[in-house]
């Protein structure tokens, strides 16, 4: 297991900032874009990206869709901490077009009389839920096309782990800088960077709906989770079942993010449909 006690945060920092500075090189990138949410990832690589690039070379973006204010605050602190001029674009009426255009609830042929009610709104909430960070991941290549920039994301290891991310949302990026990191060493890492205390602080929240919060939702807290998965990796015995249980079925229902898109393969056929 990691012990974060024994990591040099400052040299953590200098080696993923010299990687993401390699990486711009490598495509003859002038920005770095990232989407800037308020949480603690994004302000982590914030400052890494500052350290890598220099602040005018960043571009974070602050990308509301019926956010909480606070959240927009905490942004625009992290901006000002790291020296970043932010970038704020209001996507709640891209948002309500988009849902405007599709068709309506209950419309004929798309609803399955099989399927539970109850199951059908828990859709509908994901929908909606999915179609938020699916929209900035689409303004943030806009502004990395626009400006000669690569898409930084702020994932972290726990979260893609179980699969904490919207698939083509805010996992559709070009460089995931925090990838390796857990959790508790994303919260180690902020302290040496200095990213403000409140937002180290607080409970982590894609902010998806009102109230929403990232521990509530997944079920299990980021220290266990951090301590289950670690577990895992080195086989050793998890002690609380339920939790082993929560994280082992979270891992595997999100397997298909984490696997390259299936392609169709000619000669694979070929060989099936011979024998």
């Known amino acids: 297991m990691t012990d974060h006690a024994r990591i040099d945060y400052s040299s953590l920092a200098d080696e993923i900032s010299s990687w993401l500075r390699f990486h711009m090189n490598q495509v003859d990138a002038s920005r770095l874009v990232l989407g800037l949410s308020g949480g ?6 914030c400052a890494l990206c500052t350290m890598a690039a ?7 973006a602050i990308l509301p869709v019926h956010s909480r204010p606070e959240d927009m605050r905490d942004a ?17 009426p891209a948002y309500e077009s988009l849902l405007a255009a599709m ?10 009389a099989n399927v539970d ?26 502004l990395a096309n626009r400006y000669n920039g690569i898409v930084v994301g702020t994932g972290n290891r726990t979260e893609l782990s179980i699969g904490y991310f919207t698939k083509y949302g805010d996992g559709g990026v070009d460089l995931l800088p925090l990838g390796d990191l857990d959790k508790t ?6 302290r040496e960077l200095g990213v403000p205390p409140a937002v180290i602080t607080k409970a982590p929240s894609a902010g998806l709906w009102e109230g929403q919060t990232d521990e ?7 220290e266990d989770l951090d301590r289950t998965l670690a577990a895992f990796r080195s086989d050793q015995d998890i002690a609380d079942a339920a939790t082993k249980d ?18 169709f393969q000619r000669d694979a056929v070929d060989v099936i449909t011979s024998r």
């Open 117 to 142: 009610p109850d199951r059908r709104v828990t859709r509908r909430q994901l929908a909606l839920a999915n179609a938020k960070p699916r929209l900035r991941m689409t303004t943030l290549y806009y």
């Open 40 to 45: 603690i990832d994004s302000a982590v690589v």
């Open 216 to 222: 509530a939702e997944i079920g299990v807290s980021y």
């Open 76 to 92: 625009e602190s992290v901006a000002s901490t790291f020296e970043v001029i932010p970038r704020i674009i209001d996507l709640a």
């Open 185 to 190: 060493t994303v919260r180690g890492l902020a």
């Open 54 to 60: 220099g602040p005018s070379r960043v571009i974070a």
């Open 103 to 112: 068709p309506a609830e209950g419309a004929a042929g798309l609803e399955d």
């Open 246 to 263: 929560r994280v082992a079925a979270l891992i595997a229902a999100s397997e298909h993010k984490r696997r390259p898109i299936p392609i």
